[in-house]
């Protein structure tokens, strides 16, 4: 698999050649893999969000590469026990809650019998270590950390519960097993709020390609409008956002607000709407098909985040793929996914959103800076793949399993307990650190450079020139890697958080944008 970044605006003095991601090589490794996957509900579940669509993108891309991969799911009524779902299996047996107990019966009946488990974490852990042959990989996959979110939903009993679960429980269950985090945020809320203490690789979500996207480029509206996809639920918080804009308000008279989505606060915030004077201002649309959404988005001057907490902000590059740029709260997973500044502003209160919103519409009313962050956002957007997700957690997944024979997982004179030991110092000699360094520097066979990397490393190739993401490593530790591979004299530093999140991507388009304006820059000054 390889994938062309963009050149960069073309100037007179020409365009810049274009480079070519490297990927495909972990996923060309995942044929006839046998894979579970643990997740609470699968995409035609009714309830199904973002994490679903994460596990489900992911799954879909491995079982085309030829792995057999197997979902172990609850059953939504009217759902059939047994389903396949674009060449993945659907096993569903209980509800919200049962799921965990089923979960842990089949894996006791069936879990030796896949090369690795991938359990996907959504607040209350599968806990499938407890329940699995210690000779079976484990990959846990958190989309964030729910400390904050259980009382939200249960007693003050049952939120205790949920959050000693999530942390102490999850925390020594999960001990040497590898963790993905879908952002840098929910990372870090591991590390500060559950204590992990293993190696913890990001992996984030895709943005699929919006049909029809450039036929919408122009179709903005002609007086300031917000354009907010949501579900209608308490922690996304759209009643801060209505407060907000009866503050904006006047400031912006002409102020349009359109809100998408479903949930169980729809009527409350049409009342509270009306309460607020904003029965003409603000419209709520329900839940509309793809087409009408994505074209009521591509009217938007700007989209508005007032969660207090994403894994990652789906929506948010959703709306970027459409040139809207974002205005939200400096929330964990918001702050990965808007690029402040460029891609939106973040703000730390709802009465700094109150105070930033007209001044950013009057921002947004220039025509040059409109389209300036609107080219800022498709090119964010377009770092994001479902395909690229796919290999970086297949590489993970790959280095995992490759991990456990290493370290002679397989022999069979060993216990299984001694077996499981062995694996997971193996992998954790694979990658020693939280850190990515990125890398620069010239081969005379790029190609073989790139091959010699982890899987878990991304590389983009120009000509003979090599960016690289070396994530696990320092830059001493990527000294020594690429030394190892013939590499004389790279540039090396740490990767930025964004770095880490839009890869090498956005690291070429950034160096393609530089050069362009340097040398529109120095034609002017030519002539």
């Known amino acids: 698999?390889?994938?062309?970044?963009?050149?960069?605006?073309?100037?007179?003095?020409?365009?810049?050649?274009?480079?070519?991601?490297?990927?495909?090589?972990?996923?060309?490794?995942?044929?006839?893999?046998?894979?579970?996957?643990?997740?609470?509900?699968?995409?035609?579940?009714?309830?199904?969000?973002?994490?679903?669509?994460?596990?489900?993108?992911?799954?879909?891309?491995?079982a085309a590469a030829g792995a057999q991969v197997v979902w172990l799911t609850a059953r939504d009524a009217g759902q059939s026990?047994?389903?396949?779902?674009?060449?993945?299996?659907?096993?569903?047996?209980?509800?919200?809650?049962?799921?965990?107990?089923?979960?842990?019966?089949?894996?006791?009946?069936?879990?030796?019998?896949?090369?690795?488990?991938?359990?996907?974490?959504?607040?209350?852990?599968?806990?499938?270590?407890?329940?699995?042959?210690?000779?079976?990989?484990?990959?846990?996959?958190?989309?964030?950390?729910?400390?904050?979110q259980f009382s939200t939903r249960f007693s003050a009993t049952g939120a205790a519960v949920g959050r000693l679960l999530e942390g102490r429980v999850a925390r020594r269950v999960y001990r040497g097993r590898r963790t993905v985090a879908v952002s840098a945020s929910t990372r870090q809320e591991l590390r500060r709020r559950l204590k992990f203490g293993d190696v913890i690789e990001v992996v984030p979500n895709g943005c699929a390609g919006r049909p029809g996207a450039e036929q919408r480029q122009q179709r903005r509206a002609g007086t300031p409008t917000i354009v907010v996809t949501s579900r209608l639920v308490p922690h996304?918080?759209?009643?801060?956002?209505?407060?907000?804009?009866?503050?904006?308000?006047?400031?912006?008279?002409?102020?349009?607000?359109?809100?998408?989505?479903?949930?169980?606060?729809?009527?409350?915030?049409?009342?509270?709407?009306?309460?607020?004077?904003?029965?003409?201002?603000?419209?709520?649309?329900?839940?509309?098909?793809?087409?009408?959404?994505?074209e009521l988005m591509s009217t938007a001057w700007l989209t508005t985040s007032t969660s207090e907490g994403e894994g990652w902000g789906c929506v948010v590059l959703e709306a970027a793929a459409e040139g809207v740029p974002c205005l939200a709260l400096r929330a964990p997973g918001i702050r990965d996914s808007v690029v402040d500044g460029a891609t939106g502003w973040l703000v730390d209160g709802v009465d700094d959103l109150a105070a930033a919103l007209p001044r950013v519409l009057r921002e947004l009313a220039d025509p040059v800076r409109a389209r300036e962050v609107a080219d800022d956002c498709r090119s964010w957007a377009g770092c994001f793949s479902w395909d690229r997700s796919a290999e970086l957690l297949a590489g993970v997944l790959v280095s995992e399993i490759s991990g456990f024979h290493r370290s002679g997982a397989e022999e069979t004179h060993l216990p299984p307990a001694d077996r499981s030991l062995l694996?997971?110092?193996?992998?954790?000699?694979?990658?020693?650190?939280?850190?990515?360094?990125?890398?620069?520097?010239?081969?005379?066979?790029?190609?073989?450079?790139?091959?010699?990397?982890?899987?878990?490393?991304?590389?983009?190739?120009?000509?003979?020139?090599?960016?690289?993401?070396?994530?696990?490593?320092?830059?001493?530790?990527?000294?020594?890697?690429?030394?190892?591979?013939?590499?004389?004299?790279?540039?090396?530093?740490?990767?930025?958080?964004?770095?880490?999140?839009?890869?090498?991507?956005?690291?070429e388009s950034r160096a393609a944008r530089a050069t362009s304006a340097g040398s529109a820059a120095s034609h002017g000054r030519g002539r």
């Open 236 to 294: 996304k918080r759209i009643d801060l956002l209505l407060h907000a804009v009866s503050a904006a308000l006047p400031d912006v008279p002409d102020l349009a607000v359109e809100v998408v989505g479903g949930g169980p606060q729809l009527t409350e915030l049409r009342r509270m709407a009306v309460e607020l004077g904003l029965g003409r201002v603000v419209r709520f649309h329900g839940r509309l098909p793809d087409d009408e959404r994505d």
């Open 81 to 148: 026990a047994r389903d396949e779902i674009d060449g993945v299996e659907i096993r569903r047996a209980g509800g919200t809650m049962s799921v965990y107990l089923r979960a842990a019966v089949d894996l006791l009946r069936h879990g030796g019998g896949f090369d690795a488990i991938v359990d996907c974490q959504n607040g209350i852990p599968f806990f499938s270590p407890l329940f699995t042959r210690g000779d079976v990989p484990v990959i846990q996959v958190v989309h964030h950390v729910h400390q904050d």
């Open 423 to 507: 694996a997971r110092a193996a992998t954790r000699r694979q990658a020693r650190s939280d850190m990515t360094t990125l890398a620069r520097f010239v081969h005379h066979d790029p190609a073989a450079a790139a091959a010699a990397l982890r899987l878990t490393d991304e590389c983009a190739v120009r000509g003979d020139q090599v960016t690289a993401l070396l994530r696990g490593c320092d830059e001493v530790d990527a000294l020594a890697t690429l030394a190892r591979i013939g590499v004389v004299d790279p540039r090396v530093r740490l990767a930025s958080r964004h770095e880490l999140l839009g890869g090498p991507a956005l690291v």
């Open 1 to 62: 698999m390889t994938t062309t970044v963009p050149s960069g605006p073309p100037t007179d003095a020409g365009a810049r050649e274009p480079a070519v991601l490297v990927g495909g090589r972990a996923l060309s490794r995942l044929a006839g893999r046998r894979i579970l996957v643990l997740n609470w509900r699968d995409v035609r579940h009714s309830q199904a969000g973002g994490a679903e669509a994460y596990a489900h993108e992911i799954s879909t891309r491995w």
